[in-house]
């Protein structure tokens, strides 16, 4: 069973609308990733961090998408104005190592955002 | 950037046969590569990592192979199972410092 914990499950929001999703990452992991997962099963790299550091992010993350790990807390990824090209499969993941290209990364089970 | 593509999409064999799935991917200094299960309602689980130096890479029941010429990277079930069926999916990190891209994974089905 994964030690990823993402809430919720599932997500619907209307056009326009915030979504915000949360993940706790494995106990000792500093690094988190966020993937977006369509419905053909791409997978899409949105952002990833050292503990409350952003490492890297893609150019849709920077405009309508903000995420954050704050210290104590569980991270989140927030949409600011859903739009119905958003709807997928948003997994959170975690790792061990830094350098988080060459460790196992350990997914939750994603959130299913559905936007009307 | 790293482009990886995954084939084939579906996959369905009887059980004993052979499964093979193959990742190719664009940037010649990727040099992590991993493979993920995902059973059904399940999360993405590691199969197997491999490192750039590593040709032949064998699990239980499996053989993953790296050709870093093609670049191309192969996964094959050997005797597969009912146990088997899941989906699968590649990823290639193209340095040390970035986050691994996936396939777009392959659904197996293994009849009994």
Redesign the interface.
């Known amino acids: 069973n ?1 030690k ?1 914990i993402q809430t919720p499950r599932y997500l619907v929001k209307g056009q326009g609308q915030k979504a915000k999703m949360r993940c706790i990452p494995e106990k000792g992991h500093p690094v988190v ?1 966020w ?1 977006q997962q369509n419905k ?4 899409k ?1 949105l952002i ?1 961090f050292q503990n409350q550091e952003v ?2 992010q893609i150019d849709m993350t920077e405009k309508r998408f903000s995420a954050e790990c704050p210290s104590n807390s569980p991270c989140s990824l927030e949409i600011q104005s859903s739009e119905a090209g958003d709807s997928a499969l948003y ?1 959170c ?1 975690s790792s061990l190592s830094v ?4 460790d ?2 350990y ?4 959130t299913r955002l559905s936007v009307l | 950037g790293e482009q990886v593509e995954q084939r084939p ?1 579906h996959l369905s064999v009887r059980e004993g046969d052979s499964a093979v799935i193959t990742c190719t991917y664009t940037d010649p200094n990727s ?2 590569f ?1 493979w ?1 299960k995902q059973e059904p309602g ?5 199969l197997m ?1 491999v490192f750039s130096s590593t040709e032949i890479n064998e699990g239980q029941g499996f053989t993953v192979l790296l050709n870093k010429k093609d670049k191309r990277l192969s996964l094959n079930l050997t005797a597969a199972h009912p146990g088997d069926s899941a ?1 699968y ?1 590649c ?1 290639v ?13 392959t659904k197996l089905t293994v009849k009994p």
Do not use: C, D
């Open positions: 994964s990823v990733f993937y053909n099963n791409e997978f790299f990833n490492l890297q997994l993941a350098l988080g290209g060459r196992t990364l997914f939750g089970a994603g | 999409p040099y992590y991993f993920y399940a999360s993405l689980q590691l990592k989906a999916f990823a990190t193209p340095n040390n410092n970035n986050a691994p891209r996936f396939g777009a994974g």
